[in-house]
């Protein structure tokens, strides 16, 4: 009984060894990995805050655009005394412009998608070869 306890706490002071050592090897990386994690957490964080600030010029912009359509609906409705003034050549109108302003907010995503995409290819290729030349004795 007493040979079991001894290999037991053994054991788990062993591995409280082993859990503190495994624990203070996973700290920030050094040297020129340090450098590669500090541009790459700088690149995140830009691309972040460029991706947010887009979102809130777009969000605004349809916000702007649907209360535009709202009132026109309002006005429309109260010098015709219609409920629903909207015939159909205003439908085709609204529905054009609908179609032609979510083109745009398209390309415009896309354009930054693929440019994002072109830096941070360049940045990882770039990331490469320092590492390849560092290497080479």
């Known amino acids: 009984m007493r040979i079991a306890f001894l290999v037991v706490t053994a054991l788990s002071l062993g591995a409280a060894g082993q859990a503190t050592a495994q624990d203070t090897a996973k700290t920030k990386p050094g ?10 957490s700088t690149a995140k964080k830009a691309g972040r805050d460029t ?8 969000s605004g912009a349809h916000r702007a655009l649907k209360a535009n359509g709202n009132e026109g609906k309002e006005k429309a409705s109260a010098a015709t005394g219609i409920s629903n003034p909207v015939p159909e050549p205003v439908d085709a109108v609204a529905r054009k412009v609908s179609h032609v302003s979510k083109k745009t907010g398209a390309h415009v995503k896309h354009s930054v998608k693929r440019t994002s995409r072109k830096a941070h290819h360049a940045l990882t290729n770039a990331g490469k070869d320092a590492k390849e030349e560092l290497k080479k004795p």
Request: proline share 0%; glycine share 6%.
């Open 51 to 58: 991706k947010a600030e887009l979102k809130r010029a777009s």
């Open 31 to 40: 040297g020129l990995n340090k450098v590669a994690h500090n541009i790459s």
